[in-house]
């Protein structure tokens, strides 16, 4: 158990619709990451926020963003999906702002189907 | 662009034997790399890091080896056991960078 937690374990959607990720990073840990894993592909990096701004963001539309929260929470936000983006979506927390240095706490995950 | 590649993508390997898994990254400049396991569906738990200073770091049956110039880490599972069977990723951390780069992983069964 890394204290990480994801709403909802799962999640069905039609293309062109918008959904939200929720993540609860562990008690005092600043740093969210997310990452959008394809199936037998390994996670890319979505975006990162520190202390409610981002903070580093991958190759990822406009489309995709984000919101943390002063009390350790997070979002995801896709709208207007596409197939494509049918993957599981990983949150990851860590004490600082340093990603090289902390070592990042995964949560089990959001699995997104876009029908 | 960091680029991490793992060999083999598969292995099936009967219970007690030792094994081997490969990661290579094409970026020397790394801060640390790190191994995950995966079980199916779910998420990422963190098995070892190994800070770009260090050449190896132990936990348990698992061994990981880091050659920073070669672009080059291997993890060592000694003594396989059913209950490590899962994926294994490795990630890199690299200089000035917010983020992990991962490989695509090995997926590994060991058979009782």
């Known amino acids: 158990e890394t204290g990480v937690t994801q709403s909802p374990t799962h999640l069905i959607k039609t293309r062109g619709q918008q959904v939200t990720l929720r993540c609860s990073s562990q008690?005092?840990?600043?740093?969210v990451s997310w990452y959008q894993q394809a199936l037998g592909q390994g996670p890319q990096f979505i975006f990162q926020y520190y202390r409610e701004e981002e903070n580093g963001r991958g190759n990822f539309p406009p489309r995709f963003s984000g919101l943390q929260f002063p009390n350790y929470s997070s979002e995801l936000n896709v709208n207007a999906l596409e197939l494509d983006d049918s993957a599981l979506y990983l949150c990851?927390?860590?004490?600082?702002?340093?990603?090289?240095?902390?070592?990042?706490?995964f949560g089990p995950g959001t699995r997104l189907t876009v029908l | 662009k960091q680029e991490v590649t793992q060999i083999p993508a598969a292995l099936s390997v009967p219970e007690g034997e030792n094994l081997v898994l490969n990661c290579s990254f094409t970026d020397s400049a790394i801060y640390n790399l790190q191994w995950f396991r995966q079980d199916p569906g779910k998420g990422l738990t963190s098995l070892l890091l190994i800070q770009s200073s260090q050449r190896e770091q132990t936990s348990g049956r698992l061994n990981a080896s880091l050659d920073k110039s070669s672009g080059r880490s291997t993890l060592y599972i000694a003594a396989s056991q059913p209950g490590d069977s899962a994926t294994y990723l490795c990630a890199v951390s690299g200089t000035g960078a917010n983020n992990l780069f991962f490989g695509t992983g090995t997926r590994l069964t060991v058979i009782p």
């Open positions: 990851a927390s860590s004490l600082g702002r340093q990603v090289s240095t902390d070592t990042q706490y």
């Open positions: 008690s005092g840990h600043n740093t």
